[in-house]
């Protein structure tokens, strides 16, 4: 990664963190803040800013409304992944629609996905 703390965004994270989405502030404050791994909310990893970041289990967790599908957005969500996975990350990618229609399930998911990337580290 080129820094993984990159002083110049960091004033977007903190601006984020205060911003959340209704589906960010879900998910955090309904599993993720008190989940038995450590996650980061808004995390700057070299140029880009991760919703939700585990360190321990290499895992990035970005919430995804509308903008997301459109090929502008598509792009950059590919280029993102790629520069992101170079470093021995997973990126996984939720559907706002899905905090909000299946949230045990996808509790479920990050639990199952984080478990599966300790246990391969072990």
Known sequence: MDRK???SIVPTARMLRKNMTKEEKH???DYLRTYSVKFSRQ???GKY???FYCAEAKLIIELDGSQHYE???IEYDAERTAYL???GLRVIRIENIE???NFDGICE???RLVQQSLSQQS
Do not use: Q, S, T
């Open 27 to 29: 998910l955090w404050y």
């Open 49 to 51: 800013i991760a919703d």
């Open 85 to 87: 996975e170079k470093y």
């Open 5 to 7: 703390h990159n002083k």
């Open 71 to 73: 090929e502008k957005g």
């Open 109 to 111: 998911y990050i639990d």
């Open 43 to 45: 995390k700057v990893l």
């Open 99 to 101: 905090i909000n229609k």
